[in-house]
């Protein structure tokens, strides 16, 4: 009884060493890389909209445009590179990633 038990023990094992993988789906993968690509750009527009605001409103004579001292690392997107478009009044301030990763808007 016991060679039996282990006979088929052997056969279970084996059955599942001639299993295919399926591979993964590349559509879903790409996906999942564009949300992930899209969070980090959105983390670092978060970043630049904090220090837009915060510097807008330190400054009582703020006319709009963007504001002094603002490092230029953090005027990019952290996946393609490519300048924000930054559009920055004395109440709003918008920023665009033109890698598709978003729009961020805030009224202040
Ligand atoms: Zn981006």
Redesign the pocket.
Known sequence: MRYVVCFALLLWLLSGCTKETTPPDENRLQEIRFML??TK?MN?MEDLDFLIVDAALADTAFAGGMPPGIPDSLMR????Q?AYVCSVTTTFCRIE?L????VLEDEY
């Not at 997107?77 to 393609?80: A, D, K, R, T």
């Open positions: 690509d899209s750009c670092r997107c952290p996946v393609s490519a990633c890698s598709g990763h978003g």
